[in-house]
């Protein structure tokens, strides 16, 4: 009897500490975000990200490697989030041509998010500034996309399907470039590109890459 009440109680701590574990990174990963926005991810400092989640630096180092590892931790909870909401936004409308119109306005409402569109920024300048850094974490998020964001995507817009794994990717990777461009211009000079021209040119973007969209150019 003793010996069970043991196993239980044992139980019960570890799940309690599973569940501290995942508040503590949850937190951090909250305090990366702004301080990456704030300071740049390479001037970002990991005793500035502990500090403001109120953790030590070595509850940092419980559940990241460095920063690199912290931002791409950021990068899937997004892609994560991402996902779970197109879901059921996309595959509620009948017509490729509806689903093409809501995915433009959710990504051009994504580029409304100043920090989250920072981050991207800064991590990718960080990258090129540090070619020795640059080839392994494109690969990550390369990974990252193919594990992830392209068998979810065939899934939502089942007309990908007659493309190679590599061209979905190839996609995937210039409708993020083209959506980066335009929301760093957008957020820069709101006045001169408005959130309605970032989904016309979203649109477009789409309608080129996936087939049977019908895509109109003269829409320009």
Do not use: W
């Not at 817009?157 to 794994?165: A, F, V």
Request: with cysteine.
């Amino acid at each position: 009897m003793a010996d069970a009440k043991r196993v239980v109680e044992h139980e019960k701590g570890r799940l309690q500490r599973q569940r501290r574990g995942i508040v503590t990174r949850g937190e951090l990963l909250r305090s990366a975000r702004h301080i990456f926005a704030r300071d740049g991810f390479e001037h970002a400092r990991i005793e500035d990200i502990a500090l403001r989640a109120r953790k030590t630096r070595g509850a940092f180092y419980d559940n990241f490697k460095d920063k690199d590892d912290v931002f791409l931790a950021i990068f899937e909870e997004d892609m994560a989030r991402d996902l779970t909401e197109l879901g059921p936004l996309l595959l509620g409308l009948p017509t490729i041509n509806e689903r093409i119109e809501a995915l433009a306005e959710y990504l051009a409402h994504l580029s409304e998010d100043l920090e989250r569109m920072l981050l991207n920024v800064e991590f990718k300048l960080y990258a090129i500034r540090h070619p020795h850094k640059r080839k392994r974490l494109a690969d990550l998020l390369r990974a990252m996309r193919l594990r992830t964001a392209i068998p979810e995507i065939s899934r939502l817009l089942p007309q990908l399907d007659g493309k190679t794994t590599s061209t979905k990717l190839i996609d995937c990777l210039a409708i993020c470039g083209v959506m980066d461009g335009l929301a760093l211009n957008h957020l820069f000079d709101p006045d001169g590109l408005d959130e309605q021209a970032v989904v016309r040119y979203l649109r477009l973007c789409l309608q080129g890459t996936i087939p049977g969209s019908g895509c109109q150019f003269e829409d320009i």
